[in-house]
């Protein structure tokens, strides 16, 4: 038997956390759940997860900030992550893609199955 793979999902919006901790919880993963950035940074440092999701617009610390720590941290570097978020601006874009993000996807145009459709093709 493999080792559960774990997914941080860095989401302080309680429903979407809630949802997709559901579904992948479904799917066989282990979810863990940050509610800010600064915990995401943390908890990341602590579980090694296999693959992040991670919101933008978060408190404490942005994802955009929390993002460029985990990438820069020599521990948490090879982690994926995926930005799922509401800002859809090319720059926002550019900008997570630019600190690290393997893809990035505006919430209200994708489907929680196509989410855990990417998230299988994160997670070997």
């Known amino acids: 038997m493999d080792k559960q793979k774990i997914i941080l999902?860095?989401?302080d919006d309680a429903l979407y956390?809630?949802?997709y901790q559901?579904?992948?919880?479904?799917?066989?993963?282990?979810?863990?759940?940050?509610?800010?950035?600064?915990?995401?940074v943390?908890?990341?440092?602590?579980l090694?997860?296999?693959l992040i999701?991670?919101?933008?617009?978060?408190?404490e610390?942005?994802?955009f900030?929390?993002?460029?720590?985990?990438?820069s941290d020599p521990a948490t570097k090879t982690i994926k992550v995926v930005v799922m978020s509401n800002l859809g601006q090319d720059s926002d874009i550019k900008r997570a893609k630019d600190l690290g993000a393997e893809e990035y996807f505006v919430k209200a145009n994708i489907s929680i199955q196509e989410l855990m459709d990417k998230v299988k093709t994160y997670i070997k």
């Open 65 to 71: 900030t929390a993002l460029e720590k985990i990438k």
């Open 61 to 63: 610390m942005d994802g």
């Open 9 to 11: 999902v860095a989401e």
């Open 48 to 50: 090694k997860p296999d």
């Open 53 to 59: 999701l991670m919101d933008l617009i978060m408190p």
């Open 22 to 40: 559901n579904k992948l919880t479904k799917e066989g993963y282990g979810v863990v759940i940050a509610i800010n950035g600064l915990e995401a």
């Open 42 to 46: 943390k908890k990341a440092g602590e």
């Open 17 to 19: 956390a809630s949802v």
